[in-house]
């Protein structure tokens, strides 16, 4: 069965303080994909990025990173000098590697930015 | 718009009606999924569909609930005799038919709330 924690219900940081989102996962794949999905108040599902289990480099986009670490099931989402628009919550998710299938998502973590 | 499309996007009814949320997909994307969102579940599979495939049902909560695709593109979700559990954000998402896991794009969602 595959499985995605987001043991982070809630975070809360002051504007342009560094965050880390965490994400565990559990497959017994030995290929997979992972994701992160964002969830601003107005309600729609952002797509972020896509991770093939193949592939452990490290992704940088703008103030966004993702740290794969595939020894220790993470896939973990950075948001560096937070600001306010980046409130949302932010979803972690797993799928197969073939074919589309469906999402299992984690519960979600809460992010409120201060200014 | 070019992205997904759902409707209503709120819909309030009494407990034991039944309901109809329609889903218009990207153009071009033959895969449809249903997730569930709601308080204390997060968000869950329903069904999906594939192209000409018969669709995958797994998620499915109950036999009240189904779904249907025709001419492989407008998707509609039924729930029978609804029930005051079934409330909910119902989202649909597509994705394209490509080799691996592609991203699935989400629609705004139809807020569903049974009195």
């Known amino acids: 069965a595959q499985k995605v924690t987001q043991a982070q219900t809630e975070i809360s940081v002051v504007e342009k303080e560094d965050v880390t989102l965490d994400c565990v996962y559990e497959t017994r794949d030995t290929t997979y994909y992972l994701f992160w999905y964002k969830q601003p108040p107005s309600g729609e599902l952002v797509f972020l990025i896509r991770?093939?289990?193949?592939?452990?480099q490290n992704e940088i986009s703008g103030r966004y990173s993702w740290n794969f670490q595939k020894s220790t099931s993470s896939f973990n989402f950075t948001i560096t000098a937070s600001q306010v628009v980046d409130s949302a919550v932010y979803f972690c998710?797993?799928?197969?590697?073939?074919?589309?299938?469906?999402?299992?998502f984690g519960k979600g973590t809460r992010l409120s930015v201060i200014a | 718009g070019a992205g997904v499309s759902q409707s209503p996007s709120n819909k309030v009814t009494e407990k034991g009606k039944d309901v109809e949320l329609r889903c218009d997909p990207i153009?071009?994307?033959?895969?449809l999924y249903w997730y569930r969102q709601s308080l204390g579940q997060g968000l869950e599979f329903l069904i999906y569909f594939q192209g000409n495939s018969a669709p995958d049902k797994s998620g499915l909560p109950s036999d009240r609930f189904s779904a249907e695709r025709t001419g492989g593109s407008v998707s509609t979700l039924t729930i029978q005799r609804t029930q005051q559990e079934d409330s909910a954000v119902y989202l649909c998402a597509s994705s394209l038919q490509r080799n691996g896991n592609q991203p699935q794009h989400f629609g705004d969602g139809t807020r569903l709330s049974i009195l």
């Open positions: 153009s071009g994307h033959t895969a």
């Open positions: 998710a797993l799928s197969a590697h073939s074919g589309n299938t469906p999402l299992v």
């Open positions: 991770r093939n289990s193949f592939d452990e």
